[in-house]
């Protein structure tokens, strides 16, 4: 952190701000890809081009391809015939496709890999004749899609360590957890640690199912919190793996904020801090950072530095249909 009594620049008069910019950050394959897929179809197709919930969780995102020409809906209903739509990257229930099918709709599914991987896993444990304790958060989108591949009864919800303790199963039953991509790596650990304890039999996948762009975003922000007064989370309040940075930076100890543009700053927030620390969740573009960064240079002298923690090259193939 810095000096207590910070001394303005004397040509603008601006006391110093050091910005520690977290990285990795902001958009991961699954969004680029979700994103494309939607610009793909609307270049292929023309306007409008549907889309079932909001294809990741940013508003700037969402009105910069309604601009481009794509509408969004809630439910399959809403779609006229014939016209094209698109799934969200969180994933669907199973009965979502098969009502495309039904009226006869092009749909193209942008549901993330990794979370199509935990879709798989989920089919073959049941086919084991497995009972899945699922690790999300209720009414979460990728929730509702990983629980619906499976019949009712088949997956139960385990949201808290209460949950755990609830459960009616005995150490004689066959069961497996799977957990949400986008959680709390350390609150994931313990409640797994905590059903191992429970059932010794349960079964975990062969590597987690947090995503690397979750975990990777958890562990760059435990290192510049420690060091900021402030960490400000770019995201969304919907989106699990936002909320989840501003969680880890308060248990490092720092105050932290989530923010979805930069108009949302309140300048008293930088009142007595020195140092501050930036990062942004999976969903949010890189546009809006260099927006936070400009507007913090209209109060104070920004120094910027970019601690990196992780390099990410993953790259998500497109549908085929799309691909050319």
């Known amino acids: 952190m810095n000096a207590p009594f910070p001394i303005k620049n004397v040509t603008t008069g601006k006391l110093p701000l050091t910005v520690l910019i977290a990285a990795p950050r902001g958009f991961c394959a699954g969004v680029d890809r979700a994103i494309e897929i939607v610009e793909r179809a609307i270049e292929r197709y023309g306007a409008p081009v549907y889309v079932r919930h909001e294809i990741v969780h940013n508003k700037f995102v969402v009105?910069?391809?309604?601009?481009?020409g794509a509408v969004f809906v809630e439910e399959l209903d809403e779609v006229p015939e014939g016209a094209p739509v698109v799934f969200s990257a969180h994933g669907v229930p199973k009965s979502v496709p098969a009502e495309a099918e039904r009226r006869q709709l092009s749909y193209f599914d942008a549901t993330c890999p990794l979370v199509s991987k935990v879709h798989r896993q989920a089919e073959?444990?049941?086919?084991?004749?497995?009972?899945?304790?699922?690790?999300?958060?209720?009414?979460?989108?990728?929730?509702?899609?990983?629980?619906?591949?499976?019949?009712?009864?088949?997956?139960t919800l385990v949201e808290t360590m209460a949950d755990v303790a609830a459960l009616p199963f005995t150490t004689e039953d066959?069961?497996?957890?799977?957990?949400?991509?986008?959680?709390?790596?350390?609150?994931?650990?313990?409640?797994i640690?905590?059903?191992?304890?429970?059932?010794?039999?349960?079964?975990?996948?062969?590597?987690?199912?947090?995503?690397?762009?979750?975990?990777?975003?958890?562990?760059?922000?435990?290192?510049?919190?420690?060091?900021?007064?402030?960490?400000?989370?770019?995201?969304?309040?919907?989106?699990?793996?936002?909320?989840?940075?501003?969680?880890?930076?308060?248990?490092?100890?720092?105050?932290?904020?989530?923010?979805?543009?930069?108009?949302?700053?309140?300048?008293?927030?930088?009142?007595g801090v020195g140092t501050l620390g930036l990062t942004a969740g999976?969903?949010?573009?890189?546009?809006?950072?260099?927006?936070?960064?400009?507007?913090?240079?209209?109060?104070r002298?920004?120094?910027?530095?970019?601690?990196?923690?992780?390099?990410?090259?993953?790259v998500f193939k497109l549908p085929r249909e799309l691909a050319d």
């Open 124 to 155: 073959r444990l049941i086919e084991k004749g497995h009972h899945i304790l699922f690790i999300g958060h209720e009414g979460h989108p990728e929730v509702i899609g990983t629980m619906g591949q499976v019949e009712p009864g088949q997956m």
């Open 63 to 68: 009105e910069e391809l309604k601009a481009k």
């Open 193 to 271: 640690e905590a059903l191992e304890a429970r059932f010794p039999q349960i079964v975990g996948p062969k590597a987690e199912d947090i995503c690397y762009a979750t975990s990777n975003r958890q562990t760059a922000v435990k290192r510049i919190a420690p060091s900021s007064d402030l960490v400000l989370v770019i995201g969304a309040p919907n989106s699990s793996n936002s909320v989840r940075l501003v969680e880890v930076a308060e248990r490092c100890g720092t105050t932290a904020k989530l923010i979805q543009r930069a108009d949302e700053i309140d300048p008293a927030w930088l009142e």
């Open 282 to 299: 999976a969903s949010a573009p890189e546009r809006l950072v260099r927006e936070v960064l400009e507007r913090l240079g209209e109060w």
């Open 301 to 314: 002298e920004v120094e910027e530095r970019t601690l990196v923690s992780a390099e990410e090259k993953m």
């Open 174 to 191: 066959s069961l497996s957890y799977l957990t949400q991509t986008t959680l709390s790596v350390d609150d994931t650990r313990e409640m």
